[in-house]
Each structure stands twice: as C-alpha cells, then as structure tokens.
C-alpha cells in the first residue's frame, strides 16, 4: 500500500507562486511514478506534472508548461510543484498520484491517490 498526504494549497493573486508538496509512505516500487494531477469544478481530471523517481524524467501538460516544476527529494520521499506565474485558470482541487509505470499524465495509470489540495488563484 501506498499513501500520499498533499499539502502548501491556498490562496492567491494572479502573478503568484505556490509550492505543493507530497509526502509518500509504503512501498518504494510501486510509487516509482509520481503525478500531480488538478480538477476544477465542471471539468474532468487533468495531468499536470510526472516525474519518474529512480531518474530526472518529467513530463508536463501544456497549460503549465514553462510554469510549473515538479521536483523530488527522496531522502524526504516528497513530491513537490512549483507553480509559477498563476493564473485564474489554474485554480482547481490539486492531486498526487503514485504508480508504478508509465510516468505520464494518464489518470488510469496511477493506483494510489492523495485527498487533495485546494489551489484558488484570484485575478
């Protein structure tokens, strides 16, 4: 079993920055992929950030790109996003998500989920 615990969701303007975080318990190989994934209210689940945690692969979905960051410290075995330059469009309930592979940004390809983290950017 795995289990995630997502926090650093909030508030804020327009321009802004927020860094989520995501501690991870249990078994190391079946969280080898780690995701954030967001839903605002009226739309389906998107894939933000992947990130293969035996290497430095990621991968990013389009509206965030250039943005956004997903990082590692495994030590800590913590996720984290930098999200940067927020905008409106960004405000959603945000998820991790763990799996064991691929490391992309298919929702059905992570098993273990987080309760999420509200993220609410105002212009």
């Known amino acids: 079993q795995v289990q995630l615990v997502e926090s650093g969701g909030g508030s804020v303007q327009a321009g802004g920055s927020l860094r989520l975080s995501c501690a991870a318990s249990g078994y190391t190989y079946i969280r080898k992929c780690m995701a954030w994934f967001r839903q605002a209210p009226g739309n389906e689940r998107e894939g933000v950030a992947s990130?293969?945690?035996?290497?430095?692969?990621?991968r990013y979905g389009d509206s965030v790109k250039g943005r956004f960051a997903i990082s590692q410290d495994n030590a800590k075995n913590t996720v984290y996003l930098q999200m940067n330059s927020l905008k409106p469009e960004d405000t959603a309930i945000y998820y991790c998500?763990?799996?064991?592979?691929?490391?992309?940004?298919?929702?059905?390809?992570?098993?273990?989920w987080g309760q999420g983290t509200q993220v609410t950017v105002s212009s």
């Open positions: 990130v293969y945690t035996g290497g430095f692969s990621t």
């Open positions: 998500a763990a799996g064991a592979w691929p490391c992309d940004l298919l929702e059905y390809h992570y098993s273990y």
